[in-house]
C-alpha cells in the first residue's frame, strides 16, 4: 500500500459517487480521477501495443469500481498485461453506468473518440450497465467493439476472452439477468491502496419506477456468508484494516446458507482479525432493522455511519417512486440511528424533479432534510431512464425547475452541514489516511463518520495510505474538516 498505488487507484475510479457519473450534484466530498482522455494521441503508441495488454476505465460507482477490479484480476489470470493508455493496449475496456441521463452517449462518444485506434488491430469490450442497456445495438453503433457483456455475465469472462483471442467478434454475455449465481473470484487485482471491497448481494428486485438496476444487473443473489468471510479473512492477510461490504441494497443480504442475517454478518466481518474499520453501502430504508443500529453499538470495528436514500420526502411520490414506505417509516428508522450510544453520521440521496412532483411535494423533501440534518445528501436531478415504469409518466417539470429545486436542496443542505461540521472542532479524532495534497501540504483521510479530514503532520516522511492519525480539529467547512496530528 503506497502512495504509488493511491494514484493509480485515482485513475482507474473516475468518481466515486453512490450512482455515477450525470447530472449528480452533492455536498459531499468528490473524487476526481483521470482527467477527459486527449483524442489527439501519438499514432507511435498504437504500434507500440502488444496483444495480450489490456487498458480498463472506469464510469460510475464503487459497485463498478469493484467489479473492475475482478476484471482485472481475471484479466492477470488470463495472461494479460494492465497499461495505463489507451494507446499501449491491445484491449480496451469500457466499463460502463448507466444511472442517469446521457450516460451510454458517454460511453458512445469515449469509443469514438479512440476507434482510429481500431485500425492499429486494438479490440474494444463495452462492460457494465450499458452494455447490458444497450446490447447488441453497441454493435451497430461502433462496429469496432467486439465484446459486449453485462455484469451478470462477468463469471463467463474467460471463455469471452478464449473467444476473443481466437478471433470472433460480436461477443455478448448479455442474457444472464435471471442467474441466481454471483461474479466470486479468487482472482481479484484490489486497486484501492486503503480500502478492500466485498460484494455480499449483487441485483435488485425492488423495481423502483426510475430506476435501471434491476434490468441491468439483474435479479437479486447473495453470496453464502461462509464465502464472504473468506474474502474477509483475506483481505485483512493482504494488509487491508477497513472493509467496504457492497450491494445495490446491502442490507437485503439473505445468507443462502440460513447462517447469519445481514446484521450478524457486519459483525462477523468487524471480528475478523485486523479488521479495524467496516463500511456497508447502500441500504434500502424498507430493509433497515433496528438491529443493524444494535451491532453498530455493540462492535467497535464497525463504522459511525449509515446511507440511507430516502429519495423524497413526500409519501406521494415515494408512492409513485415505488420506494414502498412513507416518510413516517423512514424516519423512524432515522429516529433508531439517532438513539444510539454512538454517534452515528446519515447520509442519503434524494432525487428532485420525479414526474408530477409538486412544490408542495418538494416542500417536503425540504422539510425532512430539515428534521434529520444529514451529514451529506447526493441530489439528483430526475433523468427518464429506458426500460423503467416511469418513463411512461409524464416528466412534466422543465429542467430549469429541476435545476431550481436541486439548487435550493444544495444549499439549505450546505447550511444544515455547516452546522453539523462545526459541532467537532476541538474534538480529537482517529483518521485512516487516504493520501495527500502536496499543494496544500495536508494529508487527506477520513473519519469513521465517513467525514474527509484534511490535516497536517510534522512528521517528515508522509503516513502511507490506510495508516491512522489521531487528529486535532482545528478547522470546519461544510464538507470537510480541519486538523493537525496530534
Ligand atoms: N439501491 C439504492 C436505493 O434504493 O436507495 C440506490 C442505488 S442507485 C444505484 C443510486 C442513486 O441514484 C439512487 O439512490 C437515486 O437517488 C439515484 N438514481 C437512480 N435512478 C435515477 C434516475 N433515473 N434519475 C435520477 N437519479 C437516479
Ligand atoms: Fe434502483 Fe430501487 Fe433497486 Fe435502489 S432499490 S437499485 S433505486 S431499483
Known amino acids: 500500500m503506497n502512495l504509488g498505488r493511491a494514484v493509480h487507484f485515482l485513475k482507474l475510479l473516475r468518481t466515486e459517487c453512490p450512482g455515477g457519473l450525470g447530472s449528480a450534484a452533492r455536498t459531499g466530498p468528490v473524487w476526481r480521477g483521470r482527467e477527459q482522455c486527449d483524442a489527439n494521441h501519438d499514432i507511435l503508441g498504437v504500434v507500440m501495443a502488444t496483444d495480450k495488454t489490456f487498458y480498463l476505465e472506469t464510469f460510475g460507482c464503487q459497485m463498478n469500481a469493484h467489479d473492475s477490479e475482478k476484471v482485472i484480476?481475471?484479466?492477470?489470470?488470463?495472461?494479460?498485461?494492465?497499461?495505463?493508455?489507451?494507446?499501449?493496449?491491445?484491449?480496451?475496456?469500457?466499463?460502463?453506468c448507466s444511472i442517469r441521463d446521457k450516460a451510454e452517449q458517454k460511453v458512445f462518444n469515449r469509443l469514438n473518440d479512440y476507434k482510429k485506434l481500431h485500425k492499429a488491430g486494438k479490440r474494444f469490450a463495452v462492460l457494465?450497465?450499458?452494455?447490458?442497456?444497450?446490447?447488441?445495438?453497441?454493435?451497430?453503433?461502433?462496429?469496432?467493439?467486439?465484446?459486449?457483456?453485462?455484469?451478470?455475465?462477468?463469471?463467463?469472462?474467460?471463455?469471452?476472452?478464449?473467444?476473443?483471442?481466437?478471433?470472433?467478434?460480436?461477443?455478448?454475455?448479455?442474457?444472464?439477468?435471471q442467474t441466481e449465481e454471483t461474479f466470486e473470484t479468487e482472482f481479484t487485482s484490489r486497486q484501492n491502496p486503503y480500502r478492500g471491497y466485498i460484494t455480499i448481494i449483487e441485483g435488485c428486485d425492488k423495481f423502483c419506477a426510475y430506476c435501471v438496476v434491476p434490468y441491468t444487473r439483474g435479479k437479486e443473489r447473495s453470496r453464502t456468508?461462509?464465502?464472504?468471510?473468506?474474502?474477509?479473512?483475506?483481505?485483512?492477510?493482504?494488509?487491508?484494516?477497513?472493509?467496504?461490504?457492497?450491494?445495490?441494497?446491502?442490507?437485503?443480504?439473505?445468507?443462502?446458507?440460513?447462517?447469519?442475517?445481514?446484521?450478524?454478518?457486519?459483525?462477523?466481518?468487524?471480528?475478523?482479525?485486523g479488521i479495524r474499520r467496516v463500511r456497508f453501502t447502500t441500504s434500502h430504508p424498507r430493509d433497515f432493522t433496528r438491529?443493524?443500529?444494535?451491532?453498530?453499538?455493540?462492535?467497535?470495528?464497525?463504522?459511525?455511519?449509515?446511507?440511507?436514500?430516502?429519495?423524497?420526502?413526500?409519501?406521494r411520490v415515494l408512492k409513485l417512486m415505488a420506494r414502498e414506505y412513507t416518510p413516517e417509516w423512514y424516519l423512524e428508522r432515522i429516529s433508531w440511528i439517532k438513539a444510539a450510544r454512538r454517534p452515528i453520521s446519515i447520509s442519503t440521496d434524494i432525487i428532485v424533479g420525479f414526474p408530477g412532483e409538486t412544490q408542495d411535494d418538494f416542500i417536503r423533501t425540504m422539510d425532512l432534510l430539515a428534521q434529520v440534518e444529514f451529514d451529506c445528501v447526493y441530489g439528483f436531478?430526475?433523468?427518464?431512464?429506458?426500460?423503467?415504469?416511469?418513463?411512461?409518466?409524464?416528466?412534466?417539470?422543465?429542467?430549469?425547475?429541476?435545476?431550481?429545486?436541486?439548487?435550493?436542496?444544495?444549499?439549505?443542505?450546505?447550511?444544515?452541514?455547516?452546522?453539523?461540521?462545526?459541532?467537532?472542532?476541538?474534538?480529537?479524532?482517529?483518521?485512516?489516511?487516504?493520501?495527500?495534497?502536496?499543494?496544500?501540504?495536508?494529508?487527506?483521510?477520513?473519519?469513521?463518520?465517513?467525514?474527509?479530514?484534511?490535516?497536517?503532520?510534522?512528521q517528515p516522511i508522509l503516513p502511507a495510505p490506510g495508516s491512522y492519525m489521531q487528529v486535532k480539529i482545528i478547522g470546519t467547512h461544510p464538507n470537510s474538516l480541519v486538523g493537525e496530528n496530534v
Do not use: W
Open 73 to 96: 484480476g481475471t484479466l492477470q489470470h488470463e495472461g494479460y498485461r494492465q497499461v495505463e493508455t489507451e494507446e499501449d493496449a491491445g484491449l480496451i475496456l469500457y466499463n460502463t
Open 128 to 177: 457494465g450497465c450499458v452494455a447490458q442497456q444497450e446490447g447488441e445495438k453497441i454493435f451497430e453503433r461502433a462496429p469496432y467493439v467486439s465484446l459486449v457483456s453485462g455484469s451478470a455475465s462477468y463469471r463467463k469472462l474467460p471463455d469471452m476472452l478464449i473467444r476473443l483471442e481466437a478471433g470472433e467478434t460480436r461477443i455478448t454475455g448479455l442474457d444472464d439477468r
Open 225 to 273: 456468508s461462509t464465502s464472504v468471510l473468506a474474502e474477509a479473512r483475506s483481505i485483512a492477510d493482504q494488509g487491508y484494516t477497513e472493509i467496504q461490504l457492497l450491494g445495490q441494497n446491502v442490507n437485503s443480504y439473505r445468507d443462502p446458507e440460513g447462517k447469519r442475517s445481514f446484521a450478524e454478518l457486519l459483525a462477523a466481518v468487524g471480528e475478523v482479525g
Open 291 to 315: 438491529d443493524i443500529v444494535e451491532v453498530i453499538d455493540q462492535v467497535p470495528t464497525l463504522c459511525d455511519h449509515v446511507h440511507l436514500p430516502v429519495q423524497s420526502g413526500s409519501a
Open 381 to 458: 436531478k430526475y433523468s427518464a431512464r429506458p426500460n423503467t415504469p416511469s418513463l411512461t409518466m409524464i416528466d412534466s417539470i422543465s429542467e430549469a425547475d429541476k435545476s431550481a429545486r436541486l439548487q435550493v436542496l444544495l444549499d439549505r443542505q450546505r447550511e444544515i452541514q455547516r452546522i453539523n461540521y462545526a459541532k467537532h472542532l476541538g474534538q480529537i479524532m482517529e483518521v485512516m489516511v487516504e493520501g495527500a495534497n502536496p499543494a496544500r501540504g495536508q494529508i487527506v483521510g477520513r473519519s469513521s463518520q465517513n467525514k474527509p479530514v484534511n490535516f497536517t503532520c510534522g
